[in-house]
């Protein structure tokens, strides 16, 4: 492992060639603002460094309470307990319906009201559309998950959701890289360890940085920030998954495991995925 100094420079310097791949306008303006540039990339460091803290001491088979215990020696309660509900921020639900006849239907719901219109899986056409759209949720809340680990609570609207998700799929139903890793996803939880289950969910997350989805759901998720407060979102989420690419993903990959305790839901649609490929064959 690097040291932690060369470590910080290192997620410095590829946390803003990413933004300047991502947003090139946005970049500008930041470059220009000296101020606002060395805050963030003060913020930068710090998170980076913060990852060296954490994965000193880390072992795959520690248990969630023994992992608790290790991240409470860096971070605050608060922190630790926005880790632990990383996986219960909902995006929406997807419920499969087996009629008596035979048939299938799907109904796609938040706070239990409709979110969007039932699908009757007549055709694989239809079951691929439905599998889209609950991989699209997997992946968001994933991201949402990311934005806690580093201490960013969201709060987001139907609409943002909404407009999220359907940026995703256009994505998912595109890229190799994604369905690989939800395919692996899928595997994992079907019969892995919790940390078997957690370095799949980071393989999705930081496969989802490198397609550049990642970015785009964030400023999605940010619309109602400030510029400010997305950019440094962005950042500091991106300043967490090159750091952890840098480090074996160990302090990541543990504060999954953290939030995969109490993740009932989310786990519900990675069954539902593997449900949704079984109606293929």
């Known amino acids: 492992m690097a040291s932690c100094r060369n470590l910080e ?16 306008d946005e970049f500008k303006k930041l470059a220009a603002n000296v ?36 991240l409470a020696k860096h971070l605050s309660a608060d922190r630790v307990e926005l880790i632990k509900k990383g ?34 899986l ?9 599998k889209w759209i609950q991989i699209a949720s997997i992946i968001v809340e994933a991201v949402l998950l990311v934005m806690s680990a580093v201490g960013i609570k969201a709060d987001v609207s139907d609409a943002i959701i909404k407009k999220t998700a359907e940026e995703v799929v ?3 139903e595109s890229s190799s890289l994604l369905q690989k890793a939800v395919k692996q996803l899928e595997e994992a939880f079907h019969s892995g360890s919790s940390w078997d289950k957690a370095k799949a969910i980071f393989t999705l997350i930081k496969d989802s940085h490198s397609v550049g989805i990642l970015w ?62 079984a109606m293929k064959q």
């Open 35 to 70: 101020e606002k540039k060395e805050q963030l990339m003060a913020a930068v460091r710090s998170a980076a460094g913060e990852v060296v803290k954490l994965t000193d001491g880390l072992r795959s088979d520690m248990s969630p309470s023994d992992i608790e215990s290790h």
């Open 170 to 172: 256009e994505v998912v």
């Open 9 to 24: 420079e290192k997620v410095v310097e590829e946390t803003w060639e990413h933004f300047q791949r991502m947003d090139p």
């Open 87 to 120: 996986l219960t921020i909902p995006t929406y639900q997807v419920r499969l319906n087996k009629r008596s006849d035979g048939h299938v239907s799907v109904d796609i719901t938040r706070d239990q009201k409709e979110f969007m219109p039932s699908i009757n």
């Open 216 to 277: 785009k759901i964030i400023k999605s998720l940010c619309q109602n920030m400030s510029t400010w407060d997305w950019i440094k979102t962005a950042g500091l989420v991106s300043a967490e998954i090159i750091a952890a690419v840098a480090t074996d993903g160990a302090a990541l990959i543990a504060k999954i495991v953290l939030a995969l305790n109490s993740a009932y839901d989310f786990v519900r649609k990675v069954i539902n995925v593997s449900e949704l490929n």
């Open 122 to 130: 007549e055709t694989v056409a239809d079951v691929n559309v439905a």
